[in-house]
């Protein structure tokens, strides 16, 4: 699936839960189903983003010896 999906997801979820704080008698269907969306957006886009290689800020040379 592509990302813009994930984040319409992302989008969909939260105002769901939104939507539901601000209403007299708040479903707890479309709070339970705004906080899936929500959280199957965040884990699908956060598998795409990649480890860090470590980053050395410390590299001896035998030349600079």
């Given at each position: 699936?592509?990302?813009?999906?994930?984040?319409?997801?992302?989008?969909?979820?939260?105002?769901?839960?939104i939507?539901?704080?601000?209403?007299?008698?708040?479903?707890?269907?479309?709070?339970?189903?705004?906080?899936?969306?929500?959280?199957?957006?965040l884990?699908?886009?956060?598998?795409?983003?990649?480890?860090?290689?470590?980053?050395?800020?410390?590299?001896?040379?035998?030349?600079?010896?």
């Open positions: 699936m592509s990302k813009s999906i994930y984040y319409v997801c992302l989008v969909l979820g939260v105002s769901l839960i939507l539901s704080e601000f209403q007299e008698t708040p479903f707890l269907i479309l709070q339970i189903s705004g906080l899936g969306l929500l959280m199957l957006a884990y699908q886009l956060s598998k795409g983003i990649e480890d860090r290689p470590t980053k050395d800020s410390y590299i001896e040379n035998e030349e600079e010896e």
